[in-house]
Structures are given as C-alpha cells and as structure tokens.
C-alpha cells in the first residue's frame, strides 16, 4: 500500500471507533435517564413498580398500579409515620383495594391532617378510578372519628373492619423496607407509628 492508502485506512478505521464510542454513550444516556420498571410478585399479589430515584423519599404523591383485576372494595390508612420532615412528623395516606390493582400514598401536611382534606384526597381518587368503591375499610381506631366523618360525606360506605389483609401487608413492607431507608428516620417512633389495630 502507499502512504495514501494506508492514511485513508486509518481515517476509516478511526471514523468507525468514533461511531460506536457515540453509539454507546447514546445508550449509556438512555439508561441512565430511563425510568427503573421491573415486574415483582410478594406474597401472591403481582405488582409492577415504577421508581424515577433509586432511594425512598416523602414525595407528596404516588400511584402504583398492576394487572390485578379492580375490586370494589377500598382500604384506607391515614396516620403518622416514622419519619421527620423538617422536625415535623410524615403523615401519609394510603389507599388501596382488596386485590392490590392499585397503590396510592399521599403526605399530608401536619396542618391539613382533618377530615376535609382526607375527604378531598379520596374523592379525588374516586372521580379518577374505573371502578369506584362500594366499600372502603378502615382498622386504626386512634383515626376513627376523622376517617369516618370524611367518608360519611362520599358516596361509599366506610366499614372499620380488622380485614385490611391488602393494606396490613403494604404497611408492613414499608415499615420493613421503605421508611428506614428515608431521610428523617427515627427508629425509637417506628413502635409507635404501627398503632393499635381498630377495636384493639
């Protein structure tokens, strides 16, 4: 070869570096800025997650969803967790129905923790859901007048009931996994934030 060709020859081979060096690095990008799906089963109840930060934090609102068929029949939490935000104790809302199709946590601010702003958040999530609730069950008894005045004013029956199977499982994987990994943690309030079940 001449020195012409082998110039040429090194160009081309140097231009075919440089477009699978760009090609990863588009890939590497799309990776890294790509929200983290995976499918996971815990206990029977299939659930497909959707996580945009690789840590737990008090974001204001989340929904969860699955491929669970949609139950008529609610489960709701509303209490104090573990957790301080700005020296302030987490309170958070959980809903969820006796299939686990969905999950729905919402923080409230600690001065908006009432029955007008519990009757706001489910309402909200009534009016949005494809099959709307004929029941929704309750089990903390510490939470009973402020629950029931907020779902006595909705179109849906408010039952304390011991059967939260769907709900008691959620809190016990947050409790487990979740609040200890967040920011604020206090493990000595970690009994504390369990509370009696309804009538207990």
Known sequence: FTSLHLCTLTMMTATRTLVVLLCSLGALQTMAFAP???KMTHRGIS???YMSTPSPSAETEEMITTDNKPSEEWELDCYSRPVLVNGKKLWEVLITDSTGS????KALPSNQVN???LRAT???LMDKADVKPSTIRFFRGAMFNMINIALSELEVVGRPSRRTIALAQWLEERHKD???SMEGYKQTMAGMAGGPAFLD
């Open 36 to 38: 983290l799906s995976q």
């Open 47 to 49: 659930q497909q997650l």
């Open 102 to 105: 969905f999950r729905y946590r």
């Open 115 to 117: 029955s007008r702003a």
């Open 122 to 124: 489910v309402e909200e």
């Open 178 to 180: 979740v609040y200890p």
